[in-house]
Structures are given as structure tokens and as C-alpha cells.
């Protein structure tokens, strides 16, 4: 009797990489200028994340940097899902239009944005960059995430 060997990726398969959030009121595309801007990065934008269950749009801008070994992404976490109901009053003309603010990462909710960057840096490299991501006068606060206390990293794996 021939015995059964399983593997699982998902055990042996675990990415680094450091988590940013940023607060601010700038669109996406205003927020990767300015990030490029000040940080001497080349975000463009790639693609978006379409989640299938509420339908949720989420920008995502990347930017790889070949000479340092960097890869860096900045991704909405917030989107704006509209959706139109049909008037139901005799003497309305007009539908209702709804619309829900929803997340990509439910934990960070009050984050509008997160920045990944992957690459082996140290522990001063990240404090120098949170100082550099707090002094631009469009954020309003900026933070390093522990990824340990995140439940859902799959979400952050590109």
C-alpha cells in the first residue's frame, strides 16, 4: 500500500515585509506624486484590486527598484461602493443613490492608505522613513504596522 505524502505552501511559504499606514485626504494618484515627490520613489500605477463579494476597486501603485532591491506598493485601503435604488414613491422621479465606504484591510479601516515595501532593511532605515512619511504636510500621522497583529497578511501578497 502506497502511503500519501501532502504539502502545504502555505506552511513553508512566508513573505517579509513592512507595513506603512498613511492618513491623509488626497486622492490616490495626488498621494503617489507626492510620495515620489518626497521619497525620490517612481510609483505608477498597475492595476486594481477588485474584490468579487462586495465589488470593492482598490488602486494599487508600484514602484521596483532594481539598484537598492526595493519593491514598493501603495494601495487603497478605502473605496466608495455606490449603488442606485429605484424610487419607490409615487411622486418621486429620481432613484436614490447609496453609497458605503468599504475596506480593504478591516483592521487598519481608518487608514486611507498602506505602503509595503519589501526589502531587508533595519530597524533605523524604518524609523528615518516613518519621520520622513510624518513630516510631509499632506499626511496627518503615518505608522508602522506589526504584521504579527495582522490576521489577514494574504491580503498584502501581490
Known amino acids: ?13 512566508e513573505e517579509s515585509f513592512h507595513l506603512f499606514t498613511i492618513y491623509c485626504e488626497e486622492e490616490s494618484y495626488r498621494m503617489a506624486f507626492i510620495l ?3 521619497l525620490d520613489l517612481q510609483l505608477q500605477k498597475t492595476k486594481s484590486i477588485v474584490r468579487k463579494k462586495d465589488l470593492g476597486e482598490f488602486a ?3 514602484y521596483l527598484d532594481h539598484s537598492k ?7 487603497s485601503n478605502h473605496s466608495l ?3 442606485e435604488m429605484p424610487a419607490t414613491d ?14 480593504y484591510v478591516k483592521e487598519l479601516k481608518k487608514a486611507p492608505y498602506l505602503l509595503k515595501f519589501d526589502a531587508e532593511v533595519d530597524a533605523s532605515f524604518l ?10 504636510p499632506q499626511i496627518y500621522t503615518a505608522e508602522l ?5 495582522l490576521k489577514n497578511q494574504k491580503l498584502l501578497i501581490f
Do not use: P
Open 1 to 13: 500500500m502506497k502511503k500519501k505524502h501532502h504539502l502545504s505552501l502555505e506552511d513553508t511559504f
Open 69 to 75: 532591491y526595493q519593491h514598493w506598493y501603495l494601495v
Open 145 to 149: 504596522i506589526n504584521l504579527a497583529q
Open 81 to 83: 461602493l455606490k449603488s
Open 90 to 103: 409615487l411622486f418621486s422621479s429620481s432613484n436614490t443613490i447609496f453609497e458605503q465606504k468599504i475596506h
Open 127 to 136: 524609523r528615518n522613513l516613518l519621520k520622513k512619511l510624518q513630516s510631509i
Open 36 to 38: 515620489n515627490r518626497m
Open 60 to 62: 494599487v501603485y508600484e
